[in-house]
Protein backbone atom coordinates (compact mmCIF):
# COMPACT_ATOMS: atom_id res chain seq x y z
CA UNK A 1 0.00 0.00 0.00
CA UNK A 2 1.11 3.80 -1.07
CA UNK A 3 2.67 5.58 1.94
CA UNK A 4 0.12 8.53 2.79
CA UNK A 5 3.68 10.84 3.02
CA UNK A 6 4.07 9.95 -0.46
CA UNK A 7 0.46 11.94 -1.87
CA UNK A 8 2.36 15.14 -1.07
CA UNK A 9 5.78 14.58 -2.90
CA UNK A 10 6.74 13.47 -5.89
CA UNK A 11 9.06 10.43 -4.95
CA UNK A 12 12.16 9.57 -7.34
CA UNK A 13 10.82 7.29 -9.69
CA UNK A 14 8.10 9.82 -10.41
CA UNK A 15 10.35 12.16 -11.51
CA UNK A 16 12.11 9.77 -13.40
CA UNK A 17 9.01 8.69 -15.32
CA UNK A 18 7.85 12.15 -15.91
CA UNK A 19 11.52 13.06 -17.49
CA UNK A 20 11.42 10.27 -19.82
CA UNK A 21 8.52 10.07 -20.89
CA UNK A 22 8.60 13.73 -22.60
CA UNK A 23 11.36 12.98 -24.96
CA UNK A 24 9.77 15.46 -27.67
CA UNK A 25 9.09 18.02 -24.94
CA UNK A 26 12.00 17.41 -22.88
CA UNK A 27 15.28 16.37 -25.09
CA UNK A 28 18.74 15.61 -23.97
CA UNK A 29 19.43 19.38 -24.25
CA UNK A 30 17.17 20.72 -21.87
CA UNK A 31 17.92 17.74 -19.85
CA UNK A 32 21.80 19.01 -19.66
CA UNK A 33 20.25 22.53 -18.77
CA UNK A 34 18.25 21.50 -16.11
CA UNK A 35 21.41 19.94 -14.64
CA UNK A 36 23.76 22.56 -15.33
CA UNK A 37 21.34 24.58 -13.28
CA UNK A 38 22.33 22.45 -10.17
CA UNK A 39 25.98 23.09 -11.14
CA UNK A 40 26.32 19.67 -12.69
CA UNK A 41 28.03 19.33 -16.08
CA UNK A 42 27.66 16.36 -18.32
CA UNK A 43 29.41 15.59 -21.67
CA UNK A 44 26.98 16.10 -24.72
CA UNK A 45 27.48 12.13 -25.41
CA UNK A 46 26.14 10.86 -22.33
CA UNK A 47 22.87 8.66 -23.04
CA UNK A 48 19.16 10.10 -22.08
CA UNK A 49 18.83 7.32 -19.59
CA UNK A 50 21.51 8.17 -18.17
CA UNK A 51 21.03 12.09 -17.56
CA UNK A 52 17.50 11.48 -16.75
CA UNK A 53 18.99 9.00 -13.90
CA UNK A 54 21.18 11.68 -12.24
CA UNK A 55 18.42 14.07 -12.48
CA UNK A 56 15.39 11.78 -10.91
CA UNK A 57 17.61 11.14 -8.11
CA UNK A 58 18.56 15.06 -6.89
CA UNK A 59 15.77 16.79 -4.75
CA UNK A 60 12.75 18.87 -6.20
CA UNK A 61 10.80 20.89 -4.31
CA UNK A 62 7.58 22.33 -5.70
CA UNK A 63 8.59 24.69 -7.98
CA UNK A 64 11.23 22.36 -9.75
CA UNK A 65 8.39 19.84 -10.39
CA UNK A 66 6.33 22.25 -11.85
CA UNK A 67 9.09 23.77 -14.04
CA UNK A 68 9.69 20.52 -15.48
CA UNK A 69 5.78 20.26 -15.86
CA UNK A 70 5.47 23.20 -18.04
CA UNK A 71 8.63 22.72 -20.09
CA UNK A 72 6.46 19.13 -21.23
CA UNK A 73 2.98 21.19 -21.96
CA UNK A 74 1.92 20.63 -25.38
CA UNK A 75 1.94 23.30 -27.74
CA UNK A 76 -1.28 24.53 -29.32
CA UNK A 77 -0.34 25.50 -32.47
CA UNK A 78 -1.87 21.87 -34.22
CA UNK A 79 -5.11 22.41 -32.07
CA UNK A 80 -7.72 21.97 -34.50
CA UNK A 81 -10.62 24.31 -34.67
CA UNK A 82 -14.51 23.90 -34.98
CA UNK A 83 -17.64 26.04 -35.53
CA UNK A 84 -20.90 25.38 -33.96
CA UNK A 85 -23.81 27.96 -35.30
CA UNK A 86 -26.76 28.39 -32.96
CA UNK A 87 -30.23 29.78 -34.84
CA UNK A 88 -30.72 32.52 -32.86
CA UNK A 89 -29.07 35.87 -32.21
CA UNK A 90 -27.35 36.71 -28.84
CA UNK A 91 -26.45 40.17 -27.32
CA UNK A 92 -23.33 40.74 -25.07
CA UNK A 93 -25.99 41.52 -22.16
CA UNK A 94 -27.31 37.83 -22.58
CA UNK A 95 -24.03 35.71 -23.13
CA UNK A 96 -22.78 37.71 -20.08
CA UNK A 97 -25.68 36.47 -17.79
CA UNK A 98 -25.84 32.92 -19.37
CA UNK A 99 -21.89 32.80 -19.00
CA UNK A 100 -22.33 33.93 -15.02
CA UNK A 101 -25.10 30.85 -14.66
CA UNK A 102 -22.50 28.42 -16.23
CA UNK A 103 -19.94 29.31 -13.86
CA UNK A 104 -22.05 29.09 -11.11
CA UNK A 105 -23.26 25.48 -12.16
CA UNK A 106 -19.58 24.19 -13.29
CA UNK A 107 -17.90 24.56 -10.03
CA UNK A 108 -14.64 22.61 -11.13
CA UNK A 109 -14.16 25.23 -14.15
CA UNK A 110 -12.85 28.87 -13.88
CA UNK A 111 -14.83 30.93 -16.31
CA UNK A 112 -13.77 34.72 -17.70
CA UNK A 113 -15.57 36.28 -20.52
CA UNK A 114 -15.15 39.44 -22.07
CA UNK A 115 -16.86 41.09 -25.01
CA UNK A 116 -14.12 41.73 -27.89
CA UNK A 117 -16.23 43.79 -30.07
CA UNK A 118 -19.59 44.92 -30.76
CA UNK A 119 -20.24 41.39 -32.51
CA UNK A 120 -17.85 39.25 -30.64
CA UNK A 121 -17.99 37.86 -27.08
CA UNK A 122 -15.20 35.50 -26.07
CA UNK A 123 -15.63 33.00 -22.96
CA UNK A 124 -12.49 31.41 -21.49
CA UNK A 125 -12.53 27.78 -19.48
CA UNK A 126 -9.93 26.24 -17.74
CA UNK A 127 -10.35 22.96 -17.00
CA UNK A 128 -8.60 19.80 -15.55
CA UNK A 129 -8.25 16.32 -17.69
CA UNK A 130 -7.58 13.13 -15.89
CA UNK A 131 -5.62 10.10 -17.44
CA UNK A 132 -4.70 7.31 -15.23
CA UNK A 133 -2.92 5.28 -17.27
CA UNK A 134 -0.49 8.03 -17.32
CA UNK A 135 2.18 8.50 -14.43
CA UNK A 136 1.01 10.22 -11.84
CA UNK A 137 2.33 13.70 -12.28
CA UNK A 138 1.32 13.86 -15.31
CA UNK A 139 -2.51 12.19 -14.73
CA UNK A 140 -3.87 15.73 -14.20
CA UNK A 141 -3.29 18.22 -17.63
CA UNK A 142 -4.84 21.71 -16.96
CA UNK A 143 -6.45 23.01 -20.07
CA UNK A 144 -8.17 26.05 -20.98
CA UNK A 145 -10.63 26.64 -24.18
CA UNK A 146 -11.37 29.96 -25.90
CA UNK A 147 -15.23 30.04 -26.96
CA UNK A 148 -15.62 33.12 -29.19
CA UNK A 149 -19.32 34.08 -30.06
CA UNK A 150 -20.33 35.92 -33.16
CA UNK A 151 -23.21 37.33 -34.49
CA UNK A 152 -23.98 36.47 -38.08
CA UNK A 153 -26.92 37.50 -39.91
CA UNK A 154 -29.70 36.55 -37.48
CA UNK A 155 -27.78 33.66 -35.67
CA UNK A 156 -24.90 33.35 -33.00
CA UNK A 157 -21.66 31.68 -33.87
CA UNK A 158 -19.54 29.35 -31.69
CA UNK A 159 -15.99 28.90 -33.17
CA UNK A 160 -14.37 26.09 -29.88
CA UNK A 161 -11.66 24.16 -29.86
CA UNK A 162 -12.67 20.46 -31.55
CA UNK A 163 -12.80 18.36 -29.11
CA UNK A 164 -15.24 16.63 -26.87
CA UNK A 165 -15.14 18.88 -23.41
CA UNK A 166 -15.59 22.03 -25.71
CA UNK A 167 -19.04 20.48 -27.71
CA UNK A 168 -20.11 19.63 -23.93
CA UNK A 169 -19.84 22.95 -22.63
CA UNK A 170 -22.24 24.21 -25.67
CA UNK A 171 -24.18 21.80 -25.15
CA UNK A 172 -24.97 22.29 -21.08
CA UNK A 173 -24.62 26.85 -22.81
CA UNK A 174 -27.44 25.77 -24.60
CA UNK A 175 -29.74 24.80 -22.02
CA UNK A 176 -29.49 27.57 -20.53
CA UNK A 177 -29.86 29.81 -23.18
CA UNK A 178 -33.04 27.75 -24.00
CA UNK A 179 -34.43 28.51 -20.57
CA UNK A 180 -33.83 32.17 -21.28
CA UNK A 181 -35.11 32.39 -25.23
CA UNK A 182 -38.32 30.04 -24.24
CA UNK A 183 -37.45 28.16 -27.21
CA UNK A 184 -35.72 25.51 -28.60
CA UNK A 185 -31.92 26.62 -30.06
CA UNK A 186 -30.42 24.10 -32.88
CA UNK A 187 -26.87 23.43 -33.03
CA UNK A 188 -25.65 22.99 -36.44
CA UNK A 189 -22.23 22.22 -37.55
CA UNK A 190 -20.65 21.15 -41.01
CA UNK A 191 -21.58 17.58 -41.89
CA UNK A 192 -22.10 15.75 -45.02
CA UNK A 193 -24.61 13.71 -44.60
CA UNK A 194 -26.69 15.16 -47.11
CA UNK A 195 -23.51 14.06 -49.83
CA UNK A 196 -24.09 10.62 -50.29
CA UNK A 197 -22.02 10.01 -53.16
CA UNK A 198 -18.25 9.20 -52.88
CA UNK A 199 -17.25 12.03 -55.78
CA UNK A 200 -19.65 14.63 -53.88
CA UNK A 201 -17.45 14.24 -50.65
CA UNK A 202 -14.54 14.38 -53.07
CA UNK A 203 -15.75 17.50 -54.50
CA UNK A 204 -16.43 19.03 -51.42
CA UNK A 205 -13.04 19.16 -50.48
CA UNK A 206 -11.44 19.86 -54.17
CA UNK A 207 -13.85 23.12 -54.11
CA UNK A 208 -12.84 24.19 -50.44
CA UNK A 209 -8.85 24.29 -51.21
CA UNK A 210 -9.71 26.24 -54.75
CA UNK A 211 -11.93 28.97 -53.41
CA UNK A 212 -10.53 30.70 -50.59
CA UNK A 213 -10.69 34.49 -51.59
CA UNK A 214 -7.02 35.87 -52.17
CA UNK A 215 -5.49 32.48 -51.40
CA UNK A 216 -5.41 30.40 -54.93
CA UNK A 217 -4.20 26.76 -54.04
CA UNK A 218 -0.23 26.56 -54.31
CA UNK A 219 0.05 23.07 -53.05
CA UNK A 220 -1.24 19.86 -51.52
CA UNK A 221 0.74 17.96 -48.96
CA UNK A 222 -1.31 15.42 -47.64
CA UNK A 223 -5.07 13.98 -47.48
CA UNK A 224 -6.50 11.08 -46.02
CA UNK A 225 -9.20 9.11 -47.22
CA UNK A 226 -11.91 6.75 -46.66
CA UNK A 227 -13.39 3.81 -47.71
CA UNK A 228 -17.74 3.78 -48.26
CA UNK A 229 -17.98 -0.28 -47.29
CA UNK A 230 -21.76 0.29 -47.82
CA UNK A 231 -21.19 0.53 -51.52
CA UNK A 232 -19.82 -2.84 -51.79
CA UNK A 233 -21.83 -5.57 -52.68
CA UNK A 234 -20.18 -7.90 -50.84
CA UNK A 235 -20.75 -7.52 -47.01
CA UNK A 236 -17.14 -9.12 -45.83
CA UNK A 237 -15.24 -7.32 -47.91
CA UNK A 238 -12.07 -6.22 -45.79
CA UNK A 239 -9.79 -3.12 -46.98
CA UNK A 240 -6.03 -3.80 -46.58
CA UNK A 241 -3.62 -0.93 -45.00
CA UNK A 242 -1.56 -0.90 -47.86
CA UNK A 243 -4.56 -0.17 -50.58
CA UNK A 244 -5.32 2.42 -48.31
CA UNK A 245 -2.08 3.96 -48.79
CA UNK A 246 -2.17 3.17 -52.04
CA UNK A 247 -5.43 4.90 -52.63
CA UNK A 248 -4.20 8.04 -51.12
CA UNK A 249 -1.33 8.49 -52.68
CA UNK A 250 -3.27 8.29 -56.24
CA UNK A 251 -6.06 10.55 -54.58
CA UNK A 252 -3.17 13.06 -54.34
CA UNK A 253 -1.68 13.45 -57.66
CA UNK A 254 -5.44 13.48 -58.83
CA UNK A 255 -6.26 16.44 -56.26
CA UNK A 256 -3.43 18.63 -57.47
CA UNK A 257 -4.43 17.67 -60.94
CA UNK A 258 -7.98 19.30 -60.46
CA UNK A 259 -7.18 22.06 -58.29
CA UNK A 260 -4.02 23.43 -60.06
CA UNK A 261 -4.59 22.89 -63.64
CA UNK A 262 -8.69 23.14 -63.58
CA UNK A 263 -8.68 19.28 -64.91
CA UNK A 264 -12.09 17.48 -64.45
CA UNK A 265 -12.53 15.87 -61.35
CA UNK A 266 -14.94 13.03 -63.38
CA UNK A 267 -12.77 13.23 -66.57
CA UNK A 268 -10.12 12.14 -64.54
CA UNK A 269 -9.95 8.24 -64.87
CA UNK A 270 -7.49 8.05 -62.00
CA UNK A 271 -10.28 9.04 -59.94
CA UNK A 272 -12.89 7.21 -61.66
CA UNK A 273 -10.86 4.19 -60.39
CA UNK A 274 -11.17 5.27 -57.11
CA UNK A 275 -14.34 6.10 -56.60
CA UNK A 276 -15.53 3.33 -58.48
CA UNK A 277 -13.97 1.53 -55.58
CA UNK A 278 -15.50 3.46 -53.18
CA UNK A 279 -13.00 5.97 -51.57
CA UNK A 280 -13.70 9.40 -50.77
CA UNK A 281 -11.53 12.54 -49.04
CA UNK A 282 -11.94 12.67 -45.16
CA UNK A 283 -9.24 15.58 -44.59
CA UNK A 284 -6.51 17.60 -46.16
CA UNK A 285 -3.74 19.91 -46.00
CA UNK A 286 -2.71 22.28 -48.52
CA UNK A 287 -0.70 25.09 -48.92
CA UNK A 288 -2.29 28.75 -50.38
CA UNK A 289 -0.42 31.36 -51.46
CA UNK A 290 -1.76 35.17 -50.69
CA UNK A 291 -2.04 37.15 -53.93
CA UNK A 292 -2.55 40.54 -52.23
CA UNK A 293 -0.29 42.00 -49.29
CA UNK A 294 1.71 40.98 -47.37
CA UNK A 295 1.84 37.64 -49.75
CA UNK A 296 2.28 35.15 -47.21
CA UNK A 297 2.02 31.58 -47.81
CA UNK A 298 -0.46 29.84 -45.70
CA UNK A 299 -0.34 26.04 -44.37
CA UNK A 300 -3.84 24.91 -43.83
CA UNK A 301 -5.71 21.36 -42.94
CA UNK A 302 -9.59 20.55 -42.92
CA UNK A 303 -11.25 17.05 -42.59
CA UNK A 304 -14.05 15.54 -40.89
CA UNK A 305 -13.24 13.70 -37.23
CA UNK A 306 -16.22 11.38 -37.88
CA UNK A 307 -14.41 10.28 -41.23
CA UNK A 308 -17.30 7.89 -42.33
CA UNK A 309 -19.97 9.47 -41.56
CA UNK A 310 -18.49 13.48 -42.71
CA UNK A 311 -19.35 14.78 -39.21
CA UNK A 312 -17.56 16.92 -36.83
CA UNK A 313 -16.02 19.18 -39.52
CA UNK A 314 -12.44 20.67 -38.25
CA UNK A 315 -9.57 22.64 -38.90
CA UNK A 316 -6.65 24.51 -38.72
CA UNK A 317 -3.85 26.91 -39.59
CA UNK A 318 -0.09 25.51 -38.79
CA UNK A 319 1.36 28.41 -39.69
CA UNK A 320 2.79 30.75 -42.25
CA UNK A 321 6.03 31.41 -44.51
CA UNK A 322 6.20 35.22 -44.62
CA UNK A 323 8.03 37.08 -47.58
CA UNK A 324 10.11 39.51 -46.32
CA UNK A 325 13.69 40.81 -48.28
CA UNK A 326 12.39 39.27 -51.83
CA UNK A 327 12.25 35.74 -50.19
CA UNK A 328 9.87 33.64 -48.62
CA UNK A 329 10.85 32.37 -44.73
CA UNK A 330 12.48 29.13 -44.99
CA UNK A 331 10.37 27.74 -42.26
CA UNK A 332 6.79 28.19 -41.15
CA UNK A 333 5.93 30.24 -38.19
CA UNK A 334 2.60 30.50 -36.25
CA UNK A 335 0.79 33.32 -37.12
CA UNK A 336 -0.83 35.97 -34.77
CA UNK A 337 -3.81 35.68 -32.93
CA UNK A 338 -5.32 38.15 -34.84
CA UNK A 339 -4.48 36.78 -38.18
CA UNK A 340 -5.19 33.70 -37.18
CA UNK A 341 -9.07 33.92 -36.25
CA UNK A 342 -9.23 35.56 -39.82
CA UNK A 343 -7.85 32.92 -41.76
CA UNK A 344 -10.37 30.39 -39.60
CA UNK A 345 -13.05 32.48 -40.07
CA UNK A 346 -12.19 32.26 -43.91
CA UNK A 347 -12.13 28.46 -44.29
CA UNK A 348 -15.63 28.12 -42.31
CA UNK A 349 -17.51 30.52 -44.46
CA UNK A 350 -16.01 29.04 -47.50
CA UNK A 351 -16.69 25.53 -46.54
CA UNK A 352 -20.43 26.30 -45.74
CA UNK A 353 -20.99 28.14 -49.01
CA UNK A 354 -18.90 24.90 -50.70
CA UNK A 355 -21.22 22.55 -49.30
CA UNK A 356 -24.89 25.11 -49.81
CA UNK A 357 -24.03 24.60 -53.33
CA UNK A 358 -23.06 20.65 -53.79
CA UNK A 359 -26.54 20.39 -51.71
CA UNK A 360 -28.40 22.39 -54.29
CA UNK A 361 -26.72 20.92 -57.01
CA UNK A 362 -27.48 17.69 -55.38
CA UNK A 363 -31.31 18.58 -54.84
CA UNK A 364 -31.33 19.55 -58.75
CA UNK A 365 -29.89 16.29 -60.09
CA UNK A 366 -32.90 14.74 -58.15
CA UNK A 367 -35.55 16.83 -59.05
CA UNK A 368 -34.59 16.40 -62.81
CA UNK A 369 -34.06 12.61 -61.89
CA UNK A 370 -37.62 12.54 -60.97
CA UNK A 371 -38.97 14.81 -63.97
CA UNK A 372 -37.26 12.33 -65.94
CA UNK A 373 -39.06 8.82 -64.16
CA UNK A 374 -42.20 11.13 -64.45
CA UNK A 375 -42.48 11.98 -67.99
Not at 307 to 331: D, M, P, V
Request: contains cysteine.
Amino acid sequence: MRDPGQLYFATNKEIHDLLFSAKQKVTEAVLLELLRDRGIFCSPAESREALVQYLSLLPHDYADVCGILERREASKRGEKTATISLNTELSADELKEIVSEYQKAEVQEVVRAHKKSESEFVMNVTYSEFDYSKTRLLQRQDRDADLVFTKVEGRTEIRIPATDRARAMVDKLRERIEAHKKAVVQLEEIELTGLTSAEARTTFFTRLISSLPDFPLMTVSRLRVAHSTSEQEDDDFDMDGDDVDEAEEKMLGVVENVALSGENLVASEMYQELKDKGFFITSITWRAKQNVHPYAIIECDAGFEDRQAGKKFRYSIHGALKFKNGAYTKHIRPVSEAEKATLLAMIEKTARTVLAQLLAEAAGAGADSEAGTTS
